[in-house]
């Protein structure tokens, strides 16, 4: 019998501790994750900063004073130290658990700001590729007899004397002068003239991005795009001229610059039908040598010294009106046999034209031309200087 009581008092000495069991269980075990949870976040190594690493603060022990920082570090340490929330401790005296806590907790907190501090700064933006400029043909004063503005400019008789001259070898960008030498290519093929050519987007300017009258779809015989290519330096037409011939517009370009070397023009270089692009070079000199292969033809005569004209595209009710580039042509006061202009950024004023002045018939080629003008003014001032008697009689 005692020894069922001992049993049953054993029993009941369980059963009334179990409360108290129950009680200190949950609290060792949030005190178990606690524990578990601050060695996981607590940092191991140094904190990551974006200048030099400083040591962590030690847990326990006298704290030492850090050195003070200076300038924009000690401004930008205590604006992170307030967001922080952290309290400044004495450099004596012995910390305790919580603040060690308080200020790793800090210093893993600031590290990650430090780094967002240093990935803000923002590249350097790269910026669009500039236009091309005017480039001026360097020095040269020309023959010193009459007042020339042009960069480049030569003049010369139908025996090949030169009249007048002024760094006529340097080679510079022609911009639309090249049509001349599409219309060459063109006749030399010997393609039906009044056949039917539609513009399309292949036509189109994708390199500068130039205006045109003639719309996707405009419908032009092959005439009256080299008409209006000669006359009005329409692009788009030449652009066709060069995709419509049978070997293709590479091919094209390609046969402008074998009609070149043929006329013996060294210093030229062509790269499309139009002139648009500013790989179009050539001299003065060799520009002579395009005007009489040029003047050869008596279309090319005819669609360059023309005042206006008018198309029909097909895309609207009533005609077009082209006008011819050079105002000397349309002025009426010049005998022309022979004209074409040319104009880009990089290029200038550009003119090339055969004339008849003081009973002589002359080739004019003026290249990088300032102003808008000055092709013009340059040939108006030579005209002016060789009808009052000049030095070459």
């Given amino acids: 019998m005692p020894a069922r009581m001992g049993q049953y008092s054993k029993k009941s ?19 178990a994750l606690g524990t ?49 929330g952290t309290v400044a401790v004495p450099a004596k005296g012995r910390t305790t658990p919580s603040t060690a806590t308080s200020r790793t907790a800090s210093a893993a907190k600031a590290a990650p700001a430090r780094t967002t501090v240093a990935r803000a700064s923002r590249p350097v933006a790269k910026t669009a ?42 080679v510079l960008p022609i911009a639309s002068i090249t049509k001349l030498m599409t219309a060459l290519v063109v006749l030399d093929a010997g393609l039906p003239l009044d056949e039917t050519i539609t513009i399309t987007e292949d036509d189109k300017d994708h390199l500068r991005n130039t205006h045109s009258r003639l719309q996707v779809g405009s419908q032009l015989t092959r005439r009256e795009l080299l008409h209006v290519a000669l006359m009005s330096s329409e692009n788009r037409a030449a652009a066709a001229l060069g995709r419509t011939h049978p070997a293709g517009r590479a091919a094209f370009v390609q046969l402008m610059n074998a009609k070149a070397r043929l006329l013996g023009m060294r210093s030229t270089q062509f790269a499309d039908s139009t002139g648009l692009d500013g790989n179009n070079v050539s001299t003065a000199r060799d520009l002579v040598k395009l005007a009489h292969a040029a003047s050869a033809h008596p279309l090319i005569r ?18 077009m009106l082209y006008r011819n580039s050079n105002r000397l042509v349309r002025g009426g006061n010049w005998d022309i046999q022979l004209s074409k202009t040319g104009y880009l950024n990089e290029a200038g004023r550009c003119l090339v034209m055969q004339a008849e002045v003081a009973g002589r018939p002359l080739v004019f080629v003026f290249l990088s ?4 003008l000055t092709p013009m003014g340059d040939a108006n001032r030579i005209r002016v200087w060789l009808e009052n008697g000049s030095r070459t009689g």
């Fill in 369 to 372: 031309g300032p102003g808008r």
């Fill in 36 to 84: 578990s949870a601050g060695a996981a976040t607590a940092p191991t190594t140094k904190p990551v900063t974006t200048t030099k690493p400083t040591a962590p603060a030690k847990p326990t022990g006298l704290a030492k004073a850090a050195p003070a920082p200076t300038g924009e570090h000690a401004k930008t340490g205590a604006a992170r130290t307030a967001k922080a």
């Fill in 129 to 170: 590729a500039p236009k091309p400029l005017y480039r001026p043909a360097t020095g040269g004063h020309g023959d010193g007899a009459v007042d020339v503005e042009s960069g480049a400019a030569l003049v010369v008789d139908s025996a090949g004397q030169v009249i007048y001259s002024k760094n006529p070898d340097e």
């Fill in 13 to 31: 000495l369980l059963v009334s501790a179990m409360p108290n069991v129950l009680k200190v269980l949950p609290l060792a075990i949030l005190l």
């Fill in 302 to 319: 005819e669609f360059t010294t023309t005042a206006e004209s008018e198309v029909e595209p097909g895309t609207r009710r009533t005609p």
